[in-house]
Protein backbone atom coordinates (compact mmCIF):
# COMPACT_ATOMS: atom_id res chain seq x y z
CA UNK A 1 0.00 0.00 0.00
CA UNK A 2 1.35 3.31 -0.42
CA UNK A 3 -0.01 6.52 0.91
CA UNK A 4 0.38 9.74 -0.70
CA UNK A 5 0.19 13.25 1.26
CA UNK A 6 -0.31 16.31 -1.09
CA UNK A 7 1.42 19.90 0.16
CA UNK A 8 2.15 23.23 -1.00
CA UNK A 9 -0.85 24.70 -2.07
CA UNK A 10 -2.33 28.23 -1.07
CA UNK A 11 -3.52 31.46 -1.75
CA UNK A 12 -1.24 33.47 -4.78
CA UNK A 13 -2.01 36.18 -7.26
CA UNK A 14 -2.22 35.32 -10.99
CA UNK A 15 1.21 35.65 -12.19
CA UNK A 16 2.55 33.61 -9.46
CA UNK A 17 4.07 30.49 -8.92
CA UNK A 18 3.64 28.19 -6.68
CA UNK A 19 5.22 24.27 -5.73
CA UNK A 20 3.55 21.13 -4.87
CA UNK A 21 5.11 18.32 -3.41
CA UNK A 22 3.76 14.89 -2.85
CA UNK A 23 5.37 12.49 -1.00
CA UNK A 24 4.76 8.96 -0.58
CA UNK A 25 5.33 6.25 2.63
CA UNK A 26 4.34 2.48 2.80
CA UNK A 27 6.04 1.70 -0.49
CA UNK A 28 8.36 3.38 -2.60
CA UNK A 29 7.27 5.54 -5.71
CA UNK A 30 10.09 4.05 -8.20
CA UNK A 31 8.56 1.15 -10.92
CA UNK A 32 5.78 3.85 -10.91
CA UNK A 33 3.90 6.05 -12.92
CA UNK A 34 2.66 9.34 -11.53
CA UNK A 35 -0.02 12.20 -11.98
CA UNK A 36 -1.05 15.02 -10.66
CA UNK A 37 -4.80 15.61 -11.55
CA UNK A 38 -7.12 18.83 -10.06
CA UNK A 39 -10.54 19.56 -9.18
CA UNK A 40 -12.33 23.04 -9.80
CA UNK A 41 -15.97 23.28 -7.92
CA UNK A 42 -18.38 21.47 -9.50
CA UNK A 43 -16.19 19.80 -12.47
CA UNK A 44 -14.64 16.91 -12.93
CA UNK A 45 -11.67 15.94 -11.65
CA UNK A 46 -9.03 16.73 -14.96
CA UNK A 47 -5.41 14.98 -15.49
CA UNK A 48 -2.56 18.05 -15.35
CA UNK A 49 0.15 16.20 -15.93
CA UNK A 50 2.27 12.56 -15.64
CA UNK A 51 5.61 11.36 -15.34
CA UNK A 52 6.66 7.63 -16.15
CA UNK A 53 8.76 5.63 -13.24
CA UNK A 54 12.34 7.63 -13.66
CA UNK A 55 11.52 10.80 -14.78
CA UNK A 56 12.44 10.43 -18.67
CA UNK A 57 9.08 11.05 -19.80
CA UNK A 58 6.21 13.80 -18.79
CA UNK A 59 3.27 14.92 -20.44
CA UNK A 60 0.85 17.31 -20.05
CA UNK A 61 -2.41 18.82 -20.22
CA UNK A 62 -2.43 21.50 -22.76
CA UNK A 63 -3.70 24.02 -20.61
CA UNK A 64 -0.96 23.91 -18.43
CA UNK A 65 1.81 23.06 -20.98
CA UNK A 66 4.65 25.63 -20.94
CA UNK A 67 3.36 26.72 -17.42
CA UNK A 68 3.78 23.32 -15.37
CA UNK A 69 6.60 21.04 -14.59
CA UNK A 70 6.26 17.63 -13.09
CA UNK A 71 9.17 16.47 -11.49
CA UNK A 72 10.54 13.08 -9.30
CA UNK A 73 12.74 12.55 -6.55
CA UNK A 74 12.91 8.26 -6.20
CA UNK A 75 15.59 8.98 -2.87
CA UNK A 76 13.36 10.98 -1.28
CA UNK A 77 10.07 9.15 -2.41
CA UNK A 78 8.54 12.77 -3.51
CA UNK A 79 6.86 13.64 -6.90
CA UNK A 80 6.64 17.76 -7.81
CA UNK A 81 4.54 20.14 -9.36
CA UNK A 82 5.99 23.68 -9.79
CA UNK A 83 3.53 25.75 -11.06
CA UNK A 84 4.35 28.90 -12.90
CA UNK A 85 2.18 31.93 -14.24
CA UNK A 86 -0.66 30.67 -12.61
CA UNK A 87 -4.27 32.13 -13.84
CA UNK A 88 -7.52 31.75 -12.23
CA UNK A 89 -8.75 29.52 -13.97
CA UNK A 90 -6.05 27.28 -12.27
CA UNK A 91 -7.92 27.39 -9.05
CA UNK A 92 -8.85 24.11 -7.80
CA UNK A 93 -7.82 21.10 -5.96
CA UNK A 94 -5.16 19.41 -6.88
CA UNK A 95 -4.70 15.49 -6.01
CA UNK A 96 -1.58 13.48 -7.11
CA UNK A 97 -1.96 10.07 -7.87
CA UNK A 98 0.18 7.08 -8.71
CA UNK A 99 -0.08 3.54 -10.48
CA UNK A 100 0.61 0.16 -9.89
CA UNK A 101 4.40 -0.64 -11.67
CA UNK A 102 4.38 0.56 -14.55
CA UNK A 103 6.72 2.21 -16.88
CA UNK A 104 4.11 4.35 -19.36
CA UNK A 105 2.71 7.96 -18.88
CA UNK A 106 -1.04 7.76 -18.19
CA UNK A 107 -3.39 10.65 -18.53
CA UNK A 108 -6.86 8.88 -17.44
CA UNK A 109 -7.76 8.95 -13.90
CA UNK A 110 -8.73 5.23 -13.78
CA UNK A 111 -5.06 3.95 -14.71
CA UNK A 112 -4.31 5.32 -11.16
CA UNK A 113 -5.20 3.45 -7.80
CA UNK A 114 -3.11 5.35 -5.34
CA UNK A 115 -4.61 9.12 -5.08
CA UNK A 116 -3.57 10.99 -1.84
CA UNK A 117 -6.45 13.66 -0.01
CA UNK A 118 -5.91 17.18 -2.33
CA UNK A 119 -3.86 20.43 -1.77
CA UNK A 120 -6.20 23.37 -2.33
CA UNK A 121 -4.95 26.44 -4.77
CA UNK A 122 -6.57 29.59 -5.23
CA UNK A 123 -5.77 31.99 -8.01
CA UNK A 124 -6.59 35.14 -7.56
CA UNK A 125 -7.52 37.74 -10.63
Known amino acids: QVQLVESGGGLVQAGGSLRLSCAASGRTLSSRTMGWFRQAPGKERDFVAS????????YYADSVKGRFTISRDNVKNTVYLQMNNLKPEDTAVYYC??????????????????WGQGTQVTVSS
Open 97 to 114: AGTNYDTQIRSTSTSYIY
Open 51 to 58: INWIGAST
